[in-house]
């Protein structure tokens, strides 16, 4: 939800060592041109960077109005199946303003807009996501994704086939429970109520001050409507909704960085736009996925460079040509399962494989 995702999931500690198979390994005038080519893919990225605020307005705007509109079926309609269907799409449409608020804590949008940034940070605070939370994992994970190396603050936990073979057993239980499809399903309880909040507040609460308001302003809503219109209605508009979106959130965030032509790099080899392009996925959707995600899907051009407003991501793409290749997935049912399974990266396959590829 970029981790909506959070994505400061409960972490397990990254065991990897930052050496590779000799074979895959680039050559120092390899990683020089590689550097030299991401300062140039850099430099006309900063084209995009550019803020449209009316634009911003419009997309906030239109946004805030679908919201309400889905959430009034959401809670008010006359039919259970009509219901239902007002809550999947105010779940979507969560998502999509969650993009709005990401984009405003990378500074995308509505740099300096008070106006703007009180009702983005305000959705933050009621969504479980504190800001101050969100950006110390959000700004950690751009800056390391993909590395085999230290903590995996703000991503999903790598462990190499090697020391996973020679973790404990608690170390194995803790690694498969953080990496399991349950935490994504369960992502309102582990990925935000847990890992954005209660956690984060138990290591720091001073740090975190902002943290237990977001629970008040969570569970204070929630409350209200049920007191106010009754616990259908409280089911229907807030609970259904939250579980729909933060479940869409984990999972997009997951596949993003967890594909099968994903590359993972030890720290010597790592540079920014090569995890960009190498890492991060362009998750292929139709227009009504792509509106509802906030062109999330466009996440290579995204981790590219995170100034880029999510409104010209596919602008970006299309006019430079490294971005033209990704490694891309679907929301298809086989690829989704295809992704879920993958467990672990192996250094002499240069690859992520599932459990079972790791014991052959």
């Not at 889905?70 to 006359?78: I, P």
């Not at 404990?168 to 399991?180: C, F, G, K, W």
């Not at 996925?281 to 407003?309: Q, R």
Request: with cysteine.
């Amino acid at each position: 939800m970029e981790q909506l995702v959070n994505l400061d999931i409960p972490q397990t500690r990254n065991l990897s060592s930052p050496s590779q198979s000799p074979a895959i390994l680039a050559t120092e005038s390899q990683l020089a041109t590689e550097k030299a080519q991401d300062r140039q893919l850099l430099i006309d990225s900063r084209e995009f960077a550019t803020e449209q605020r009316l634009k911003s307005w419009f997309h906030l705007g239109s946004t805030l109005l679908a919201l309400t509109f889905f959430g009034s079926v959401a809670g008010f309609g006359e039919a259970v199946w009509l219901r239902l269907f007002g809550s999947l799409l105010t779940g979507l449409t969560i998502v999509r303003m969650f993009i709005l608020y990401h984009d405003y804590q990378h500074g995308a949008i509505f740099k300096g807009s008070k106006s703007g940034g009180l009702i983005l940070s305000t959705y933050g605070m009621l969504l479980l996501t504190p800001p101050s939370v969100w950006r110390r994992s959000h700004d950690h994970h751009h800056h390391n994704n993909s590395k085999l190396f230290g903590a995996s603050i703000g991503s999903f936990p790598i462990m190499t086939t090697e020391h996973y073979q020679s973790a404990t057993s608690n170390e194995r239980l803790e690694y498969r429970l953080a990496r399991s499809p349950l935490v994504i399903l369960t992502g309102y309880l582990t990925v935000f109520l847990f890992g954005m909040c209660i956690r984060p507040l138990l290591i720091d609460a001073r740090r975190h001050r902002d943290a237990p308001l977001s629970l008040l302003f969570h569970f204070g809503l929630i409350a209200g409507v049920c007191w106010l219109a009754g616990w259908q209605t409280m089911l229907f508009l807030c609970v259904l909704p939250a579980l729909i979106a933060t479940a869409s959130g984990a999972y997009l965030f997951y596949v993003q960085h967890n594909f099968p032509t994903a590359i993972i790099r030890p720290h010597d080899q790592w540079t920014y736009t090569g995890a960009a392009l190498q890492s991060s996925s362009f998750l292929a959707m139709g227009p009504v996925m792509n509106w509802l995600t906030g062109n999330i899907g466009y996440h290579h051009v995204h981790h590219l460079n995170s100034k880029i407003p999510f409104y010209r991501l596919p602008e970006t793409m299309a006019a430079l040509k490294p971005l033209q290749s990704p490694n891309t997935t679907t929301l298809g049912i086989r690829d989704i399962i295809g992704c879920l399974r993958l467990k672990l990266w192996d250094n002499s396959r240069n690859r992520l494989v599932t459990f079972a590829e790791a014991k052959q």
